[in-house]
């Protein structure tokens, strides 16, 4: 990761984090905990729908951390670069599919 863009998550920023607003980073860290817990899905899967999801919100942090969880979690490598996959499609996808919004455009403005 660039040091310079992204600086290296550390033990202090966390504690600075929390320090500087310790009810809210408890509370959300009892909802990340619940989110990721077992469930109606199974960790492993959540943590793939979390790689998934880092990599189309491009969050450095979340795709390191999250790759590492699915893989203590169990997932392959293989599922991990499926998950992946998986994003890449929805981003070019939702560009394809908003093209309709452009089209649409085009036909309100097709007399010039």
């Known amino acids: 990761m660039p040091h310079d863009v992204f600086p290296p998550a550390t033990a202090a920023m966390s504690a600075r984090r ?5 009810q809210i980073h408890d509370a959300f860290t009892a909802f990340s905990e619940q989110v990721f817990a077992e469930g109606a899905l199974p960790e492993v899967t959540k943590q793939l729908i979390a790689v998934a999801v880092a990599h189309t919100t491009q969050c450095p942090y979340c795709i390191r951390g999250h790759t590492k969880l699915a893989r203590r979690k169990g997932a392959s490598d293989e599922q991990i ?3 992946i996959w998986v994003a ?3 981003r070019a996808g939702g560009a394809y599919a908003h093209a309709a919004i452009a089209l649409d455009a085009l036909d309100d403005g097709a007399s010039h």
Do not use: V
């Open 81 to 83: 670069m499926e998950a």
């Open 18 to 22: 929390k320090a500087l607003a310790p």
């Open 88 to 90: 890449a499609e929805m």
